[in-house]
């Protein structure tokens, strides 16, 4: 009888077996993560600091950046170190944790954006009543729900998972574990599993997406009817940074995983995967600082008290 368990260890192959490429790309995963976790724990010290940034709003958009630092650890350090030390070995049991928290981060996002469309659709189509609707105890549970949400939606299609049986083959050509390179590998039949992952994807965009697109199409109905065009360029500016966001979250999750089969197109996966764990996490907090006055007064504010406190 074949069992799964004979495989205790899986082999990534990583992007290229170029050295020099290999150089290239662990610098710019390296200043990319740094980079990341910088202008994300920016984002939440600013928040946590700053009495103008305790609106809902920021309180999603903190939870956010976390989420970010969270999914974008579980994918480049261990890639960072198989690059430095040449060692693409890793077990079976933090392979099958990797794929749990990259999907449960992935997930609890995708609500999180949601969530986040429907407070700006609160701000704007009912700012008289917004502070009563999106009190600290309601964002609290929307957040809360939004992880709980993630959890419940991915749980079902990794257990069948834990099932797949590798026949002593443990090669997987990505350069973290993800499921269609192993169901590539598996001698197991993937037929159902890969249908069960098109369908959490499809699922979980759709519900999600459908609450994105339905909140954006109330507010602009609602921004085309203000009198001033300075105020409807103001509306569409506070909008514009989270439906940039939610275009590249959702664009690469369908790209990678929306298609009849889970094991077409590994290698195309591999990039899209590179750039979504490693660049739109970098992205994100320029695309809410650069574009949001409030944050960027909040950063000066904050520089001018360190550079006080440092002169003293």
Known sequence: MRNHTSVTTFILLGLTDDPQMEVLIFIFLFVTYTLSLTGNLTII???LVDSHLKTAMYFFLQNFSFLEISFTTVCIPRFLYSLSTGDNTITYDACFAQIFFIFFLGATEFFLLAIMSYDRYVAICKPLHY???MTRRVCGKLVFCCWIAGFLVIITPLCPLLTLE???YNVIDHFLCDVPPLLKISCSD???MEQMTVAVAVLTT?????CVVLSYIYIIKTIIKFPSAQQRTKAFSTC???M????MTYGGCIFIYIKPSAKEGVAINK???LLTTSFAPVLNPFIYTLRNKQVKHAFIDLIKRISFISNK
Not at 206 to 210: A, E, F, S, V
Not at 244 to 247: A, D, E, H, K, Q
């Open 190 to 192: 993937t037929w159902f």
């Open 240 to 242: 514009s940074s989270h």
């Open 271 to 273: 990039g899209v995967a």
């Open 244 to 247: 940039i966001v939610v275009s």
């Open 166 to 168: 590798f026949c002593n």
């Open 131 to 133: 502070v009563a609707i």
């Open 45 to 47: 010290i600013l928040i």
């Open 206 to 210: 759709i519900m999600t997406l459908l």
